[in-house]
């Protein structure tokens, strides 16, 4: 095979910028090659140029210089003859949520000019291989988070592509439905040689590619497996524990001057040096009852020491304590909920869940797609009314003081949901004064969460213009102005990179140790991990409630020492499917 021949995709030079009123170089001279028959992982921060590269791959987008072949055909001069054998999957893939899973299948193989007879074959297989066919009946708009990437996968496939480009198919699809993608990823790798570049904000699956490119502002820092991503992190890595919580251990920790990383393990820390040469004793140096051992590095700590180079490192930020003192006027739990349901028509979402929250908690809901903890979530915000049971919030009860309860309570959904032709300065501006906040009081508030969470640089910056990560530090800034007691955040990470997530944590565990209560969802296990205690929902009912270390010491594998959060999960979703194979299947 001659070079071009042997790769699935040859970049060589590449240039490409976008002008405007802030002109961005997307990629700054790349030159990168994957390899035929391999799933190769694509990961950065916000803004390396990882759809930007997707998008040049799949002929959407043309180079300002430099060259591409795909498929050992090169892009400018045969760009119909290779788009014809590729298949691209975008982050937000275009269902017909109004067409059934049948329609969008047939819609898009005749956009392929996929024949009759083809689609009798390929129907189906494809059909098998996503699990959806009892649902080619049923409306997309109907499907779960999971179902619909799956749906968008198998859209992708009805051509049978040579190769394949995903990006970001995960995101926002809870831990089973993605396991089932990587499943289907790899069996297509096996079973038809197809090469595939897919790019995630999930670490975890980048360990799973074969082959890894780390993108930085548009430039390649590095392209190697993911087993020598980790093993030049060999003597960095420690596991921490002591008399100390969870939290303040971490910022302890994070305070060291040796002390690149330091991230919730357990009950344990995990710590990346700055180096080889830390002698552990000067890592736990005046910590009470401290006791450390050595960590196998993960490609997580790669991407984390490669993305540091150069920077410093983040400070702690401090913040002001609650005014309001919940353990006198309500000793129980700041949130009550007890025997909560809701129904929407015959169609039950939440059955009976009962739980508490402590103050000063951080407290997680986790779920499958369509577990019913969105629905239960909205609830206990008071932007959802119940159907039967109860809901307390700082001693109110929120079905006859919804807005007293409300008062004190700061909310971030999970779609950016401010004001896209306001500047942050004129949306900070606008929560606060919702929040009743007027005079000198308003414009220092402003002025802190706009340094705390280094939006100063975008304060005349229409808010929909931001780049995403910023449009989540903006929505978490608005929903703090008040200094509430409580913050409700829904998948405040989701489609964010492994930094940005790691910043945002800092705030949420700043935010629980100063006494507000967190209640929190997400998808992202590893965060799972910085809660105090996890409901994990399925079917509409509460599966079990207990605290992350827990959890994982009950679903210890036989000859394993320790299992990851996600194994957790799992273990407990499918136990359930078993027990109850036919669930119905809701957004919720």
């Given at each position: 095979m001659?070079d071009q021949?042997?790769?699935?995709?040859?970049?060589?030079?590449v240039?490409?910028?976008f002008?405007?009123?802030?002109?961005?170089l997307?990629?700054n001279?790349?030159?990168l090659?994957?390899?035929?028959?391999?799933?190769?992982?694509?990961?950065?921060?916000?803004?390396?140029?990882?759809t930007?590269?997707?998008?040049?791959?799949?002929?959407l987008?043309?180079?300002d210089?430099?060259?591409?072949?795909?498929?050992?055909?090169?892009?400018?001069?045969?760009?119909?003859?290779?788009?014809?054998?590729i298949?691209?999957?975008?982050?937000?893939?275009?269902?017909?949520?109004d067409l059934?899973?049948?329609?969008n299948?047939?819609?898009?193989?005749?956009?392929?000019?996929?024949?009759?007879?083809?689609?009798?074959?390929?129907?189906?297989?494809?059909?098998?291989m996503?699990?959806?066919?009892?649902?080619?009946?049923?409306?997309?708009?109907r499907?779960?988070?999971?179902?619909?990437?799956?749906?968008?996968?198998?859209?992708?496939?009805?051509?049978?592509?040579?190769?394949?480009l995903?990006?970001?198919?995960?995101?926002?699809?809870?831990p089973?439905?993605?396991?089932?993608l990587?499943?289907?990823?790899?069996?297509?790798v096996k079973?038809?040689?197809?090469?595939?570049?897919?790019?995630?904000?999930?670490l975890?699956?980048?360990?799973?590619?074969?082959d890894?490119?780390?993108?930085?502002?548009?430039?390649?820092?590095?392209?190697?497996?993911?087993?020598t991503?980790?093993?030049?992190m060999?003597?960095?890595?420690?596991?921490?524990s002591?008399?100390?919580?969870?939290?303040?251990?971490?910022?302890?920790?994070?305070?060291?001057?040796?002390?690149?990383?330091?991230?919730?393990?357990?009950?344990?820390?995990?710590?990346?040096?700055y180096?080889?040469h830390?002698?552990?004793?000067?890592?736990?140096?005046?910590?009470?009852?401290?006791?450390?051992?050595a960590?196998?590095?993960?490609?997580?700590?790669?991407f984390i020491?490669?993305?540091?180079?150069?920077?410093?490192?983040?400070?702690?930020?401090?913040v002001p304590?609650?005014?309001?003192?919940?353990?006198?006027?309500?000793?129980?739990?700041?949130?009550?909920v007890?025997?909560?349901?809701?129904?929407f028509g015959?169609?039950?979402a939440v059955?009976?869940?009962?739980?508490?929250?402590?103050?000063?908690?951080?407290?997680?809901?986790?779920?499958?797609?369509g577990?019913?903890?969105?629905?239960?979530?909205?609830?206990?915000?008071?932007l959802?009314?119940?159907s039967?049971g109860s809901?307390?919030?700082?001693?109110?009860?929120?079905?006859?003081?919804?807005?007293?309860?409300?008062?004190?309570?700061g909310?971030?959904?999970?779609?950016?949901?401010?004001?896209?032709?306001?500047?942050v300065q004129?949306?900070?501006?606008?929560?606060?004064?919702v929040y009743?906040?007027?005079?000198?009081?308003?414009?220092?508030?402003?002025?802190?969460?706009?340094?705390?969470?280094?939006?100063i640089?975008?304060?005349?910056?229409?808010?929909?213009?931001l780049?995403a990560?910023?449009?989540?530090?903006?929505?978490?800034a608005?929903?703090l102005?008040?200094?509430?007691?409580?913050l409700?955040?829904?998948?405040?990470t989701?489609?964010?990179?492994?930094?940005?997530?790691?910043?945002?944590?800092?705030h949420?565990?700043?935010?629980?140790?100063s006494?507000?209560?967190?209640?929190?969802?997400?998808?992202?296990?590893?965060e799972?991990?910085y809660?105090?205690?996890?409901?994990?929902?399925?079917?509409?009912?509460?599966?079990?409630?207990?605290?992350?270390?827990a959890?994982?010491?009950?679903?210890s594998?036989?000859g394993k020492?320790e299992v990851?959060m996600e194994?957790?999960?799992?273990?407990l979703?499918?136990?359930?499917?078993?027990?109850?194979?036919?669930?119905?299947?809701?957004?919720?």
């Amino acid at each position: 095979m001659t070079d071009q021949t042997a790769h699935a995709i040859v970049l060589n030079k590449v240039v490409k910028s976008f002008h405007g009123i802030h002109p961005v170089l997307a990629l700054n001279n790349l030159s990168l090659r994957t390899q035929r028959g391999k799933v190769t992982g694509l990961v950065g921060p916000d803004g390396s140029g990882k759809t930007t590269l997707m998008r040049l791959v799949a002929g959407l987008l043309q180079p300002d210089t430099g060259e591409i072949v795909v498929l050992g055909d090169n892009l400018h001069d045969n760009p119909l003859n290779i788009q014809s054998r590729i298949g691209y999957m975008p982050q937000r893939f275009g269902l017909y949520e109004d067409l059934s899973v049948q329609e969008n299948l047939d819609l898009y193989a005749d956009l392929q000019g996929i024949s009759a007879e083809k689609r009798k074959i390929v129907y189906p297989e494809l059909m098998h291989m996503t699990g959806l066919a009892p649902f080619t009946a049923r409306l997309a708009g109907r499907l779960s988070g999971g179902m619909k990437q799956k749906l968008g996968l198998a859209c992708t496939l009805v051509s049978s592509p040579e190769l394949l480009l995903l990006d970001e198919p995960t995101a926002g699809v809870d831990p089973v439905s993605r396991r089932e993608l990587w499943h289907i990823v790899y069996r297509l790798v096996k079973e038809q040689r197809m090469s595939v570049l897919l790019s995630t904000a999930y670490l975890d699956e980048a360990q799973r590619c074969d082959d890894v490119i780390m993108l930085h502002e548009g430039k390649l820092l590095s392209q190697q497996s993911p087993a020598t991503f980790s093993a030049l992190m060999q003597g960095r890595v420690w596991r921490i524990s002591a008399a100390l919580s969870k939290r303040r251990l971490q910022r302890q920790l994070s305070l060291n001057p040796k002390v690149l990383d330091a991230s919730t393990d357990g009950s344990q820390v995990r710590v990346i040096t700055y180096d080889q040469h830390s002698a552990p004793d000067t890592l736990i140096a005046n910590l009470p009852g401290a006791q450390i051992e050595a960590a196998a590095p993960c490609f997580e700590d790669a991407f984390i020491a490669h993305m540091h180079q150069g920077k410093r490192k983040r400070s702690y930020v401090d913040v002001p304590a609650v005014t309001h003192s919940d353990r006198a006027e309500n000793p129980a739990g700041i949130i009550q909920v007890r025997d909560l349901s809701r129904k929407f028509g015959d169609f039950v979402a939440v059955s009976h869940v009962s739980f508490e929250v402590r103050r000063g908690e951080i407290f997680g809901l986790l779920g499958a797609n369509g577990a019913g903890k969105s629905t239960t979530f909205r609830m206990l915000c008071g932007l959802l009314p119940v159907s039967s049971g109860s809901v307390r919030v700082a001693g109110v009860d929120l079905r006859t003081a919804a807005a007293q309860a409300r008062a004190r309570i700061g909310y971030m959904a999970q779609r950016f949901s401010l004001y896209g032709n306001l500047t942050v300065q004129e949306n900070l501006a606008f929560f606060a004064s919702v929040y009743g906040l007027s005079g000198k009081t308003k414009y220092e508030r402003i002025a802190t969460v706009m340094e705390d969470f280094e939006l100063i640089t975008y304060a005349n910056t229409a808010s929909r213009t931001l780049p995403a990560g910023y449009k989540q530090r903006l929505a978490f800034a608005a929903a703090l102005m008040h200094q509430p007691d409580i913050l409700f955040l829904d998948e405040p990470t989701s489609g964010m990179d492994p930094l940005a997530r790691r910043e945002f944590w800092w705030h949420i565990n700043a935010l629980a140790e100063s006494g507000i209560t967190v209640l929190v969802t997400t998808h992202f296990m590893d965060e799972a991990n910085y809660c105090d205690r996890l409901a994990i929902l399925a079917d509409g009912e509460v599966l079990a409630i207990d605290a992350p270390e827990a959890l994982r010491a009950d679903f210890s594998i036989d000859g394993k020492a320790e299992v990851s959060m996600e194994d957790a999960f799992i273990a407990l979703i499918e136990h359930r499917r078993q027990t109850n194979p036919n669930p119905v299947i809701s957004d919720g």
